[in-house]
């Protein structure tokens, strides 16, 4: 017995001895301006799943699994990474001390939100940017993508922002209206959303199955806020021109509580676009209870009321008159900007996350409710004469563009006219209104198109490490919206009513109630929507030496029903009530496959298959008015596919990216007024069996020329077209009223649209940028990129693809010189002008007393270069006859509209933590 104890304690001797002698990778990371530990920094072997992190006193230890040549990665929020080239063979290393800084760059994504919050587009914001999405991301090319290329609408590989999902604590954000995130719900809360997670593209997410784009998931947990108090505030001449914010986190306490606090206020009376104030309140607050050291709870609210003035496109002739800020859209009444186009939006979030982690185990569950308003406020004009002042019949170019002849003298007075009137008139529709021949009846009101939501959600995503190197991800997602959609009178502008009937059928638009409305009353359309979407996902994800992988299947189903309220003259069966449920089920399988040709060069694969639903505004082709749906609706199908090569040397890395992207079987709706071969009015042009293609090449390069020195160089070279041509119908809005037209149900099939291997008006396609970055070690950085953007094109009028653009409307028959040459001349797609931008950036950081003071300053476009950032062909002219005697001349009255980008612009941050 007594030799068995003898034994055992020897073993037990060389096996501590054995253990205590296990080689490894160790140091200790303080900051530097301070040499005071940091805690909980990531140290991780890149291109490997080993990972680690610095314990309180910032010490940290790791075990590499092979011999070799690493880079030691070594991160933390709020601090310039490092990465350490290492040469192992199986001896323990110890690194010593090693410093971090505060990164000053950071503070480019208040700037970054900035752009994100513009509106620079019209009704269906089609020019929306996906900069949002990659605020997270150290990658350099989509941080070129994002605050380079994102002022003149770049989109990642042309994709819209539907295709990437946002996430706050695990619970999706995406609309059910449109699929896009909407960023003004927790815009001016830059200090709480900077702890990211994003996910690039195709890549694993551990949250959801994900876009096609990528996801971001925003922890908004006070635990991983950095504590303190911190205040900023910037002044620009952007979107907005002044902020202030105030941020407080509170260190989680020995009873195991923590919350945060933080609102800001922005503001501006005019941005750089003419008429366009922005006024915004912001306000964050989340407590958060430890039960244990494994579990917690968050409750988090977020209010976030935006409201702002919109802008237009403008065709060329008006650029001309009234230069790239010009804006139709204001007016002074009373000395003040008064903006016919407001948006408001006040959408508050409620959180409620429960968060478990072990050590192979981890939990993330929460409910989500956001309710509130979105409206826009429009002119509405009766029986008189259209109030905005670039209405074709107020410029130059109708009278030179006239069927009779042109008439110079006319068009001289129509300059003038507008030089010295060009801006809307509010003294003349208060006059209007108030004429005494109307009876006190309005010819124009001002009226807000609202939409009230009240949306509830719950997620549930589990993580569990079955392995070391072998991990499963599974979770469940479920949404339910109750929409309200309506009218409300916001101003009669000088009148005592206003009678609901349509102008031009002279129809109700509800036979059940009162035709007169006042301030305040539904008018026009009133409608419910009910959506529904459960989304279910499961990936398996593994790790070794020098190879990784995973797979994910996912599955899904949503559902969608209106009610109408009004009873419409002009559909009377099919308005008021419940229509049909629409319901459609979808699926995906996404794969991925990374291999460590050495620790320095690894190429990635990712591969998606998928199908989802149309998003809800291309279901119902004219909610407004009745419960019909797109017949045939299908579920749109995905097909994605890119390979990477990565490089990781000391002072070199980047990644060269391939991709392929199919969207098939997708459907698009869009209203109107056109001049056809086949009838003129208010059109709903619903477009199904549309495909499209996505292609092209990413480089990002970034090299330390020095300590203090960094170079990079980016590229995007794109093909994003149509890849089919679809079936085009179109649906009369007045057609049920009026026998005179060619089918009395307004529906009227136009065909195959001829539109195959046109581009895509999705940003420009093609995008080169080089950079410099110089830091000093006394704590100011300046920087500067030259950023060239090319092939970008304006979106394409369909109906003109079709047959029905080659019949005069009088005869029915075929217009004789309406040629194949002629034709192609007249729809040339509109490639825009390719430019180059210069941007600055620059900033200095000070420690004074435990005090950090932060100063960032940035120009963008230093040149002051004039471009374009999108485009759109007009509709109205929808047969060969109109459209070539409007391009007679050089102004065409219905030339196709532009957004034209922010000139020299600046930003400067200030910010104080304690």
Known sequence: ??????????????????????????????????????????????????????????????????????????????????????????????????????????????????????????????????????????????????????????????YDSQNGQVLLNGIKMNKFYDGRPQWNNWGGLNDVIRNQEFSNGLEASPYTFGGVLGTTNIDLRPSGLRPGLRISSFISNRTYTGRLMATYTAPMSSKRKGYSFSASRRWANEGYLDGTLYDAYSFFGALEYQINKRQSIILTSILAKNRRGRS????????????????????????????????????????????????????????????????????????????????????????????????????????????????????????????FKNNGRASYILYDDTVKDSQFSFSSVANLKIESNIQLDFGVNYSNLSSKNFAVINDLLGANFHEDIDPFSDTQNDLGSDLIKIKGDIFNYNYNIKATRFNAFGQITTNFDNWNAFLALSSSTNIYQREGLFQNERFLESSSGTSEAVKLFNYGLKAGFNYGITGRHWLKVNSTYRSRPPVLQNVFINPRENNEIVPNLQRENITSLDFSYIIRLPNLTGRLTGFYTRFQNTTDINFFFVDAGVGSDFVQEVITDLDKLHMGLELGLEYQASSSVKLSAVANIGKYLYASNPNLTINFDTAAADEDLINLEGNVDLGIADIKDLRLAQGPQQALALGIEYRDPKYWWIGASTNYLANNYANISTITRTQSFFLDPETGLRFPDATQENVAKLLKQSKLDDFYLLNLVGGKSWLKKGTYISIFASINNAFDTIFRTGGYEQSRNGNFGQLQQDNLRNDPSFAPKYWYGFGRTYFLNFAISF
């Not at 993508?145 to 989109?155: H, K, S, V, Y």
């Not at 993330?364 to 406020?377: C, L, V």
């Open 1 to 158: 017995m007594r030799f068995l104890s003898l034994l055992i304690l020897f073993f037990g001797v060389c096996f501590c001895a054995i253990a205590q002698k296990t080689p490894n990778i160790s140091g200790q990371l303080l900051f530097k301006q301070t040499k005071t530990p940091l805690h909980n920094a990531f140290i991780k072997i890149e291109g490997t799943s080993i990972l680690s992190k610095t314990n309180v006193s910032g010490d940290f230890e790791i075990r590499p699994k092979t011999f070799g040549e690493f880079i030691i990665h070594i991160s933390k929020p709020d601090y310039k990474s490092k990465r350490l080239p290492i040469s192992y063979d199986g001896q323990s290393i110890n690194l010593g001390i090693i410093l971090l800084e505060k990164d000053i760059t950071l503070e480019k994504n208040d700037n970054l939100i900035s752009l994100t919050d513009g509106d620079l587009s019209d009704d269906n914001e089609s020019t929306s940017v996906s900069a949002g999405l990659l605020q997270a991301t150290r990658d350099v090319f989509l941080n070129r993508a994002a605050f380079d290329f994102g002022q003149a609408f770049f989109r990642v590989r042309g």
């Open 312 to 435: 237009s496109a403008i065709t060329e002739e008006v650029f001309e008159l009234g230069g790239r800020q010009y804006n139709p859209y204001w007016g002074e009444q009373n000395n003040a900007i008064r903006n016919s186009r407001n948006r408001d939006i006040f959408e508050p979030i409620f959180l409620l996350n429960h968060f478990y982690q072990s050590e192979n185990f981890t939990l993330t569950s929460g409910i989500a409710y956001q309710f509130g308003e979105n409206s826009r406020a429009r002119l509405g004009y009766f029986n008189a004469p259209n109030p905005d002042p670039t209405y074709y019949r107020y410029l130059p170019s109708f009278y030179i563009n006239n069927s009779v002849g042109a008439d110079f003298t006319n068009a001289s007075l129509a300059r003038e006219g507008f030089l010295q009137n060009q801006q809307l008139n509010w003294s003349t529709l208060y006059t209007a209104n108030t004429n």
